[in-house]
């Protein structure tokens, strides 16, 4: 089986917004997953105290700034509170962590609770079926265009035995640009980052693949595109409701690495 295709070139590292090197981010990276990782072997409940910083670091063999700027990443996605000549201490039931720590996991490769895969696959698909509704009053002609030149890549890939797992997400997300809304296009995004090692693992043999929808095997996105092109939510949004993952599409993916 051939690589998985990608969409146009990787983002430079040098392009990076905040300048961070792309040694520094694994460096971060590592130290929270390894910070999470202590904290699940424990088995903390919510509102338990951690070590403190200097045991941290002894106990993780890192260096004090490496670990402090982890606990200030994990401290803004609300996961720990850092109490002044106190202690670290994991958030209280009552002060949820952020989407965002959940999508850091994954993105660690850290397991995740099967109920919040569960749930997480809910919530997207709600957010995809307006989306169809969203995009078909207000995609543009450009919009389509590239729909439809990732539909004709998907093919090639289907073909050719390759793993359409980015083209998946492109369709997917291509949708929700034509939104024209920024902030939907954002929290969308953290969805597929989050299911991205079950959809890696969903899509290594695509040729084995049950179609998502009857009759569209190899064609992902067939029924859908009438309606964007005419601008016909109505008809649009029952096809995505059919496409995005029904209960034995998700029960496969909740079973998959990372879940």
């Known amino acids: 089986m051939k690589s998985p295709t990608r969409l146009g070139p990787k983002p430079s590292p040098a392009a990076r917004p905040d300048g961070e090197s792309p040694g520094a981010r694994d460096a971060l990276d590592s130290v929270t997953a390894r910070v999470l990782q202590l904290i699940q072997e424990r088995r903390l409940d919510p509102g338990g105290r951690l070590p403190s910083e200097r045991e941290l670091a002894l106990v993780l063999r890192v260096s004090r700034p490496a670990l402090r700027e982890s ?15 106190s202690g670290i201490y994991l958030a209280e039931r009552d002060s949820p962590p952020s989407f965002e720590s959940v999508v850091l996991r994954s993105d ?11 749930s997480s696959a809910e ?15 207000r995609r543009s002609d450009a919009d389509l265009s590239a729909l439809r030149a990732v539909l004709a890549q998907t093919r090639t890939c289907l073909r050719e035995g390759n793993s359409i797992i980015d083209l998946d997400g492109a369709f997917h997300l291509g949708i929700v640009a034509a939104t024209r809304n920024a902030v939907f296009v954002q929290i969308v995004h953290a969805f597929y980052r989050l299911s991205r090692p079950r959809r890696e693992t ?15 095997r190899g064609n992902p996105g067939r029924d859908r595109r009438p309606g964007l092109r005419g601008g016909q939510a109505p008809h649009a949004a029952p096809h995505r409701g059919r496409h995005a993952p029904g209960d034995s599409r998700r029960r496969r993916l909740i079973r998959l690495p990372g879940a």
């Open 71 to 85: 606990l200030a990443t994990l401290e803004a996605m609300r996961m720990i509170v850092r109490r002044p000549n």
């Open 108 to 118: 660690l490769g850290l397991p995740l609770d099967r109920e919040m895969v569960v």
């Open 123 to 137: 919530v997207r698909q709600l957010l995809e079926v307006h989306a169809v509704e969203l995009a078909c009053h």
């Open 202 to 216: 969903y899509f290594l043999r695509p040729r084995a693949l049950p179609p998502l929808v009857p009759g569209a």
